[in-house]
């Protein structure tokens, strides 16, 4: 697909553009603390070098609480009434790479048999644009599990800084295609050389365990000595999950609203809470922190890739950064590699 | 497609099994759906109290009799309080059916044995009429069932009918201490009562389903008995929300019970991470 020359000034005016015709406009705060609603063109925030938002964009697709159906009883006589579809055009501006991937690894659990719609229709009506990221600290891994400050995964449009206010769009997905060519201020200059990829390399995170590897080990120890570390120290509060770009644990409850009417909601849940996994009776397969914390790395690492073929993680290092007792999963991968090496010595 | 929204039925009749269990006949509102509702031995379905919120049961009624649908139900949380105070014409929600199902074209021809604890009949009893039902089919057949005491039994106004069956053996045991001074029945725990009664494994199909320290216990007088993994079946009862294989509750390792399940042969569970 083509690529093409953008200055940031014409940045702001698709986003202008797309604000005059109703478009929700979401980018990362300039605290960022998460993905904000943007109301005019100057607060899009296209910066390769700033820090991942702290909680990931996974909301604008599957929502912290959404509304399955809304029931009212009317005279005794019950109706089900379904939500308004999520109908506004969103473009996000700014992703990084580590969100954008989260976008297909997320679709395959909503689309396995039972399409979940609700995911589908955001999916549908929103455009990512994401921008090469420049930013790296100890918590980065993403390039453990494949992708890169460069990979365009999930995106619709990518963007690499060249020099001051000016961009390479690439175009990555058909949608992306079709959703530009509607802006004809954006496809002016085409670009035409090729980008040096092995020049950005030595900046990149490195690479902090091998995922095949890891993946093996997870395949033939489930009992082992490293949960019970993890688990110790773990306190269960699941913040991981909520920051996380490709959890996607559920909850499934009724909120009353008077007497006569209410609504069913989604809700985000975590597999680290003992709760959730407790059965009518009492028994509890997952009844200690050690098991959840298992739960979570071999879902990631391990069960994710045999069922769906996508690892449940993009290594943005989120859950490592808001950890309040600073439990660095991909340091618990590292050790995981080096039992397994150890393993074949 | 909304797949999170059920279908509305109506409660038709009520039975009370024991002091916590009941027993729902429920029928969709929508005559179409009924006619056309279809389910197999085995399978589950969400049920919903609006307001409440919803609770997983497997489907207690045979295939053979698609008419109605019946759900049993033991006072556990928010949602079964709620369903205890339903009355007859009250309405209900349902999405369903779900997961797999017990392997009724594997089974024919052969002996079976089913082997129930507690309210773990509920499932058990949904295949047993459906094999009742299409008799001729199957060879002997042997029913174990047992429950902590004789207040505590379900489905007792049907054991009697099995009882009375010709080629159909029926044993009910209750715990030691829950019987009564007028108790007939065995009294011991289901794995030493199947021990007892040793139902033969040749060519033979058994059917598990109990609370997890009476499969636990179970499962090893089967292999004592000669039963191969494959010959003994069971079916899990993981807590479960979606019922459809996206809420990420009822895994076990890369197993979604609510797709890949619940029905599974004893074998497949020794595959599994040891979790459930």
């Known amino acids: 697909m083509k690529s093409f020359i953008v200055t940031r000034s014409q940045i702001n005016s698709l986003a202008a553009e797309l604000l005059s015709k109703n478009w929700s406009i979401f980018t990362q705060s300039e605290d960022r603390k998460r993905f904000k609603q943007c109301e005019s063109e100057s607060e899009i925030s296209v910066d390769g070098n700033g820090k991942p938002s702290d909680v990931s964009f996974k909301e604008l697709f599957f929502p912290k609480s959404e509304t399955l159906f809304y029931f009212n009883r009317d005279n005794e006589e019950l109706t089900l009434l379904d939500p308004a579809e999520p109908g506004t055009k969103t473009v996000i501006f700014g992703a990084k790479p580590c969100d954008a991937a989260s976008v297909p690894v997320l679709s395959k659990v909503f689309n396995w048999d039972y399409n979940d719609e609700f995911f589908n229709k955001r999916v549908e009506n929103t455009i990512v644009i994401s921008i090469a990221c420049s930013y790296s600290d100890e918590s980065c891994f993403c390039t453990s599990v494949g992708l890169s400050p460069f990979s365009e995964i999930g995106s619709d449009l990518f963007l ?11 175009i990555v997905s058909e949608k992306g295609e079709k959703f530009i060519n509607e802006f004809p201020f954006m496809i002016q200059k085409e670009f035409e050389g ?24 997870l395949g033939k120890n489930f009992k082992d000595e490293i949960w019970n570390e993890v ?19 559920f ?11 209410g609504r069913r909601v989604k809700n985000w849940d975590s597999c680290q809470f003992g709760l959730f996994t407790k059965h009518a009776s009492g028994h509890n397969p997952r009844e200690d922190q050690s098991r959840r914390y298992r739960q979570r790395v071999n879902h990631k690492f391990n069960y994710y890739k045999q069922r769906f073929d996508e690892i449940l993680c993009t290594g943005c290092g989120r859950c490592t950064r808001g950890c309040p007792v600073s439990i660095d999963i991909a340091q618990v991968l590292e050790k995981i590699q080096c039992k397994q090496s150890a393993a074949i010595v | 497609m909304n797949i999170y929204k059920p279908e509305l039925v109506e409660i038709k009749e009520i039975i009370d099994e024991t002091p916590d269990i009941k027993t729902f006949r429920l029928k969709f509102k929508d005559e179409k759906l009924q006619n056309n509702f279809s389910f197999k031995a085995g399978q589950f379905a969400e049920y919903s109290v609006f307001g409440e919120g919803e609770c997983t049961f497997c489907i207690a009624s045979s295939p053979t009799r698609p008419e109605f649908l019946e759900c049993s139900f033991k006072l556990a949380g928010k949602v079964t309080k709620a369903m205890r105070k339903l009355k007859i014409g009250d309405t209900m929600g349902l999405r369903g059916p779900y997961g797999n199902s017990f392997p009724l074209e594997e089974m024919k021809g052969k002996n079976v044995v089913f082997i129930a604890g507690g309210i773990g009949l509920a499932p058990v009893r949904c295949i047993i009429w459906n094999v009742l039902d299409l008799r001729s089919e199957f060879k002997d057949i042997t029913i174990i069932y047992g429950a902590r005491s004789v207040s505590d039994l379900v489905y007792k106004y049907e054991i009697q009918d099995w009882q009375n069956m010709p080629g159909v053996k029926t044993v009910v045991t209750v715990d030691p201490g829950g019987e009564t001074s007028d108790w007939k029945g065995e009294i011991g725990f289901v794995p030493s009562i199947v021990e007892k009664v040793a139902p033969k494994n040749e060519n033979t199909i058994a059917i598990i389903c109990g609370p997890p320290i009476m499969i636990k216990y179970t499962f090893p007088v089967m292999e004592k008995l000669g039963f191969s993994e494959d010959s003994i079946i069971t079916t899990l009862e993981n807590r479960m929300k979606c019922g459809l294989g996206k809420c990420g509750r009822c895994n076990i390792g890369s197993v979604y019970v609510c797709k890949d399940g619940p029905v599974f042969t004893y074998h497949q569970l020794k595959e599994l991470p040891d979790e459930f």
């Open chain 1, 160 to 170: 690499i800084p060249t020099e001051k206010d000016s961009f390479i769009l690439k």
């Open chain 1, 194 to 217: 090729t980008f040096d990829l092995e020049n950005q390399k030595a900046s990149f995170p490195k690479e902090k365990f091998d995922f095949a590897s890891v993946k093996e080990w």
């Open chain 1, 231 to 249: 688990g110790e120290l773990c306190l269960g509060c699941a913040q991981c999950a909520y920051v996380c770009p490709t959890c996607h644990c």
């Open chain 1, 251 to 261: 909850d499934i409850v009724d909120e009353n609203c008077g007497v006569s009417c």
